[in-house]
């Protein structure tokens, strides 16, 4: 309990030192456009940057950086790990890590994976939907489709009688 207090408090500090940090950009990037944005450190031998003036643009150091503990952190907290195959997260703890779902897995394979991580009381980070959109759709799909009459249905036998499957084949 301490521990989670104590991170959500560097949180926080976190993102105040964020708010606080400038923009590096590279001396003189603003007025020639042949020099582009990117920090790069100045050599200039009267450079005001180089000597840490007050009047030259701000240098990157040590101390813009945030607090160690939630360095590397997703803002909830937790520590992303990304997961393509069910067994990985038989090695994560559920109030450590949070998941992110690998882009490259499909919509089955996807949908089996998410199952098992919310019965394991991960967090996903890469849903996609709110929880409330999945509930909709879940309850959607439980009631039957209004506005549709018995004419508006197809029957079986009306198709298979469409279809000349025999037809089909005799042409080829």
């Known amino acids: 309990m301490v521990q989670k207090k104590n991170n959500n408090r560097l949180l926080k500090l976190r993102d105040e030192i964020n708010k606080k940090r400038p923009s590096f950009r590279r001396v003189e990037s603003w007025r020639y456009k042949r020099v582009k944005n990117p ?7 009267d450079s005001k940057t180089r000597e840490k003036r007050k009047s030259g643009v701000k240098s990157p150091s040590a101390g813009y950086r945030g607090p160690k ?5 997703h803002p909830s907290g937790y520590e992303e790990v990304k997961v393509i195959q069910i067994k990985e997260l038989e090695n994560l703890d559920n109030k450590k890590h949070a998941i992110k779902i690998s882009s490259k897995l499909g919509a089955k394979k996807r949908m089996n994976l998410i199952d098992i991580a919310q019965k394991n009381g991960f967090k ?6 709110s929880q409330k959109e999945i509930e909709q759709l879940e309850s959607q799909l439980e009631t039957p489709i209004t506005g549709l009459d018995e004419d ?3 029957d079986l036998d ?3 009688d469409s279809i000349d499957v025999e037809g089909l084949n005799n042409e080829e």
């Open 124 to 129: 996903i980070l890469n849903l996609g939907i």
């Open 69 to 73: 503990k939630v360095r590397g952190l």
């Open 39 to 45: 920090w790069r450190k100045a050599r200039g031998i």
């Open 152 to 154: 508006d249905l197809l």
């Open 158 to 160: 009306d198709l298979d």
